[in-house]
């Protein structure tokens, strides 16, 4: 897996939970996933030890082998 750095200061990120803190400025950081094709966030779905995601713009599902994921400060 590769490092995460955080967008405030460069530093290395540690995973706690669902989030990604920066020990250095504090920083909280959440990973979220985008469509590939119209780019749109997209909601999460699991079931029975899958996960796939869901585009509400698509319309359809897409597989979390194809999804963008991008690493967002937490508000």
Same mark, same amino acid.
């Given at each position: 897996?590769?490092?995460?750095? %955080?967008?405030e200061c +460069?530093? =290395? !990120? &540690? #995973?706690?939970?669902?989030?990604?803190?920066?020990?250095?400025?504090?920083? $909280?950081?959440?990973?979220?996933?985008y %469509?590939?094709?119209? +780019?749109? =966030? !997209? &909601? #999460?779905?699991?079931?029975?030890?899958?996960?796939?995601?869901?585009?509400? $713009?698509?319309?359809?599902?897409?597989?979390?082998?194809?999804?963008?994921?991008? !690493?967002t #400060?937490?508000?």
């Open positions: 897996m590769e490092n995460q750095k %955080c967008l +460069g530093c =290395e !990120l &540690e #995973k706690i939970g669902n989030e990604y803190i920066c020990k250095s400025c504090e920083a $909280k950081h959440i990973k979220k996933a %469509c590939p094709d119209c +780019g749109s =966030e !997209l &909601e #999460k779905l699991a079931a029975c030890g899958s996960l796939s995601y869901w585009c509400n $713009k698509c319309n359809e599902l897409k597989s979390r082998k194809t999804i963008i994921q991008k !690493l #400060k937490d508000a």
